[in-house]
């Protein structure tokens, strides 16, 4: 739950401008992957410092979740109009985010392979999907990520 409230804190933070709690929260060499458009690449442009009047996205996630416990793996979803999906897949490290996977328009399941035989589905286990929602114009490509 403290990664939970970690991330729930950044998300807050990053709306109010608060630079301070970002650069407790945020390693300074955080990893950053993305998969989606080029120009949608919003939160590491937050996270590098652009002034949030250069940044007109808002993040405001719809649901923060920490996907296994025992993993220091959060999951934060959103959608902006009925046009931009999102998903942050953050990794903590003693309360530090490390690690940030940003979905952009992608459908993403996630699947762990330490759990065990429960839930299995051709050997792997999936602790956390996409919620799905209707897109008047279409559908999402989909991504499997494995933690």
Known sequence: ???QRTIELLYKALQQGDTSTVTKVVASDVEWW???PHHCQHMMRLLTGEPRSQVSFR???SSVQVVVPGHDCVIAEG???SHVYWVHVWKLKDGV???LREYFNTWLTVTDYSLG???WDMGRCTVWESVPRDLARGSLPSLLLAI
């Open 1 to 3: 739950m403290k990664n």
């Open 34 to 36: 993305f998969h989606g």
């Open 59 to 61: 993040f405001e996630p």
């Open 79 to 81: 959608w902006e109009g």
């Open 97 to 99: 985010v490390t690690e």
């Open 117 to 119: 035989a429960i839930g």
